[in-house]
């Protein structure tokens, strides 16, 4: 892949010495360029911090926020901490579930380990944007709106 | 910076806010920012200009004030009044302090959720800008610095700790002035600081709260333990779903080394300390303090056997000293007012406050610090506003997943570190969950395991297996698929694990089981015995030639 930024990831490694310690640092990094973390990224991160190929990705493939491909036009995070789950959080999975399932290729879904706003449970983020105390017949309306509407996620790259 | 300017900053500070005819200060945090908080502050914004206010009104962004259920919270200091669930139409009437257009919206200070809370941890959160460092100097930050930096011996510093009693408040309970003692000790020439602001358990956010509204506090608390032990390095791991707690950190960081507080010759004293953050990728067992060691280093967050502990082989092998969020933020407050009059406040035997979160299915959900020892029938009815019509109280969850489930016979316990696992549960971090008759007492249990069982590293067998076995087993059950072989096998997997988990995580991991199978027995035997759920949760299928 072509990065967007050549460089930003070479200063960043530099910024840190090419110190292996710095090793999450530099994927945060690189995810935040490019979205993603692609085998070619982390074969120049390995190169670069002299590290083994095989030990980044055993760090990177260790911790839940690194993702290894590209997010889709749309992303909904569910949040199942526990006052969203005993609030019916999983309710407002399957209809989460449900729109993924009509379009796979548009929608990601990403579980939340608690977003610290239990005082409005449950939560879903669509596009960035939270619906809190949502129920599960008013977010398939959101969701079917803004696949519907052609709203632009703030946070899709590109 | 020096003493001379640490004043002259903070009379600065304090002269210009007081020549201000209302200071606005709006929750742009958790909460309040789900609900809206920063379109109400652009709004507050343009009609201070629109109404020529400019110079007269400041508005300021600022952390959590605690009743996050009725967000967007604005404070208007001159009439120290909150205004709940502010709209940005809101704006114009605000400003005029015209409470009419406010009914039933305008919080007092005498209002239950604020009148019951003792806030040291807190005291600065939703009244000073946390992205200001002057903000901090004004309320007479940074003062306990200067004089542990330029009054006070290491020795004395340990000794005021050890006076207040302050007991760690990550969860386990250590007595802190104890810990710092162990790394001082260790005659190492490098040693570190860490900051464990690695807060993962579901339903807590005290820490990243303090992080988003006083981060000052913070940063104070480790140069005064850097100083107090010997460390010229401190290192705050951050969780990475906190991005706004994140941010502010760093700001923090980055003003209070420009002004001179951090970094090199700390109020001209011989004294160095710097602060970096590390932010992590997800992953709860990093809350786990040589997990996060591992991750500070670079490397996956897996748990190594201890001993040795980290005071005495931490950091790339040197003495660390690694202390909570709620604990490090505790400590100015002991330097300024002595260890004495902390240890005056809450339970003799665990002084000082709590910070929970409280949140299910109660009237105000929110913040609230309270003395360590308060009982929970008062945190969840009289600030909490106990349960809302219509609903009926069944149990509390504390501690996450470490932790269990408090019934209503047990409300009066007090919430401190020696009284809960009597009854089986923990003080935890402090994450508060109520739950109504409708919540299925064996699916929380689940729930749990399943978040243990997805968290797990992987390293250590009991943990890595013993989880997923307790899952199934739960999961059957959920299902009314359950058999009577599964109480003694539930029992003995708590054991197993209990015991020979190499970690907190897997040694804790049974006690959301153990907790509700004490305390809510009838209910398991109901999903296995009868194929029923009694709190009517779990899709049971009819058997066959079943009536429904």
Excluded at chain 2, 16 to 23: E, H, M, P, S
Excluded at chain 2, 71 to 83: E, F, K, M, Q, T
Aim: aromatic share 6%; hydrophobic share 40%; charged share 20%.
């Amino acid at each position: 892949m072509t990065p967007a930024v050549p460089d930003e990831l070479e200063r960043a490694i530099s910024r840190h010495h090419n110190s292996g310690d710095a090793l999450i640092e530099i994927l945060h990094t690189a995810q935040q360029l490019y979205g993603y973390l692609s085998p070619p990224v982390l074969k120049r991160i390995a190169r670069a911090l002299k590290l083994p190929p095989s030990k980044v990705l055993g760090v990177a493939t260790f911790y839940h926020l690194f993702r290894f491909t590209p997010r889709k036009a749309h992303s909904a995070v569910v949040c199942l901490g526990t006052a969203c789950y005993v609030a019916g959080g999983m309710e407002l999975m399957s209809a989460v579930r449900e729109r993924r399932g009509a379009n796979p290729a548009e929608w990601t879904i990403d579980v939340g380990r608690c977003v610290g706003s239990c005082g409005l449970a449950p939560i879903v983020i669509c596009d960035g944007e939270a619906l809190p105390r949502v129920t599960a017949a008013q977010l398939e309306a959101r969701l079917k709106e803004i696949h519907d509407g052609g709203h632009v996620n703030p946070d899709s790259p590109g | 910076m020096t003493a001379d300017t640490l004043t002259q900053t903070r009379q600065a500070e304090q002269g210009r806010q007081d020549r201000l005819k209302d200071r606005i200060l709006c929750c742009t945090v958790a909460g309040c920012e789900s609900a809206g908080g920063q379109v109400v502050r652009a709004a507050l914004e343009e009609q201070v200009h629109t109404q020529g206010l400019a110079g007269q009104v400041e508005i300021c962004g600022t952390g959590c004030m605690g009743l996050c259920c009725r967000g967007p919270l604005v404070r208007s200091s001159a009439s120290d009044v909150i205004y709940a669930e502010v709209k940005p139409g809101d704006a114009a009437a605000l400003l005029r302090a015209d409470r009419s257009k406010f009914d039933g919206r305008v919080i007092e200070p005498g209002h239950p959720f604020l009148a019951g809370q003792r806030r040291i941890i807190l005291a600065n959160s939703g009244k000073v800008d946390p992205e200001r460092i002057v903000d901090y100097i004004a309320q007479g930050g940074y003062q306990s610095l200067l004089r542990a930096a330029t009054e006070m011996t290491p020795a004395e510093i340990i000794a005021e700790i050890k006076t207040s009693k302050l007991r760690g408040r990550g969860g386990a309970g250590y007595p802190t002035g104890l810990k710092w003692e162990l790394v001082a000790r260790n005659p190492s020439s490098i040693k570190y600081v860490v900051c464990n602001a690695d807060e993962g358990d579901p339903g807590a956010f005290m820490n990243r709260s303090v992080l988003e509204g006083d981060p000052h506090r913070v940063l104070e608390g480790m140069a005064i333990a850097g100083r107090a032990v010997g460390a010229q390095q401190g290192y705050i791991y951050a969780r990475g779903e906190s991005p706004l707690a994140i941010a502010r950190v760093k700001t923090a960081i980055e003003q209070a080394q420009q002004t001179g507080l951090l970094g090199g010759s700390v109020f001209d004293s011989n004294f160095h300390f710097r602060i970096d953050l590390r932010i992590g990728a997800g992953a709860y067992v990093c809350g786990e303090e040589t997990a996060l060691l591992a991750s500070i280093e670079g490397l996956r967050g897996q748990p190594v056997p201890r001993p040795p502990y980290p005071p005495e082989h931490g950091l790339w092998g040197h003495p660390t000293l690694i202390n909570n969020v709620e604990t490090l933020a505790n400590i100015p407050s002991i330097i300024e007012k002595g260890g004495e009059w902390f240890a005056s406040i809450g339970a003799p035997a665990s002084p000082g406050t709590k910070v929970f979160a409280l949140a299910g299915r109660i009237a105000r959900t929110g913040l609230v610090e309270v003395p360590v020892g308060t009982s929970l029938r008062t945190i969840l009815f009289d600030l909490g506003g106990g349960v809302p019509p219509g609903y009926e109280f069944k149990a509390a969850q504390t501690g996450g997943p470490a932790g269990g489930c408090i019934p209503a016979q047990h409300l009066d316990v007090a919430m401190d570190y020696d009284s809960l696992p009597h009854i089986g549960t923990m003080m935890g971090s402090g994450g508060l969950i109520v739950m109504d008759t409708s919540s299925c007492m064996v699916d929380v249990a689940r729930f749990f395991m399943e978040f243990c069982m997805e968290e797990s590293c992987g390293k250590c067998i009991p943990c890595r297996a013993g989880t997923v076995q307790m899952h199934d087993i739960l999961a059957r059950m959920t299902r009314g698929e359950g058999t009577e072989a599964d109480f003694p096998m539930l029992e003995a997997l708590s054991g197993l694990l209990k015991e020979t988990s190499l970690c907190g995580l897997g040694q804790a991991a049974p006690n959301p089981i153990l907790s509700t199978l004490r305390h809510f027995r009838g209910e398991y035997e109901a999903h296995v015995r009868e194929r029923h759920c009694p709190a009517g949760h779990c899709q049971i299928p009819a058997a066959v030639g079943e009536t429904v």
